[in-house]
């Protein structure tokens, strides 16, 4: 029998930067098996990822680098291995295949925010995919192609 996954609560990015972590802290209560940390806690353990200069001044206090999601997405508490791709190369097909163990971590360009912003993906159709979307906290389907339309997309797929 499949997991619900909507009855695992939504959780709400505190702010418009910190989608990773609490992407991150869902995931980890989807998953099982992993000890959840929370937002809050996982921008301090990994605060050498993020850019933490000058929270008064700095427009980008709080984004996390490309490098630094394949990083924290790699950390073996986790489970889980970054697979970057070309956007154009993310079909929902691969995204099933990638779902095997359990919800995938999206990383990808959203054009309604002007930046990257990281998703759970937890369910797809032949093309729409089923997200946990940490800005708003709320589940959504969107087509493959907002997600495929994007230069790049960063999956954390699950090992166990």
């Known amino acids: 029998m499949a997991k619900d996954y909507l009855s695992i609560a939504p959780v709400t990015q505190f702010d418009p930067t910190s989608c990773w972590a609490a992407a991150l802290e869902w995931w980890a209560r989807a998953i099982g098996g992993r000890t959840v940390v929370r937002q809050l806690d996982l921008l301090n353990l ?31 508490r986790w489970g889980m291995t970054a697979s970057p791709m070309a956007g154009g190369e993310f079909t929902t097909s691969l995204l099933n295949q990638k779902m095997r163990l359990g ?58």
């Open 46 to 76: 990994y605060v050498r990822y993020w850019d933490s200069r000058d929270p008064d001044n700095n427009p980008n206090y709080g984004t996390i680098s490309r490098d630094g999601l394949i990083s924290v997405i790699g950390d073996s």
């Open 103 to 160: 919800p995938v971590i999206l990383g990808y360009y959203e054009p309604s925010v002007g930046g990257n912003h990281v998703v759970v993906a937890y369910g797809a159709s032949d093309t729409y995919v089923a997200a946990m979307n940490p800005d708003g906290g709320r589940f959504l389907g969107l087509p493959v192609g907002h997600y495929s339309q994007s230069p790049e997309v960063i999956l954390g797929i699950p090992t166990r």
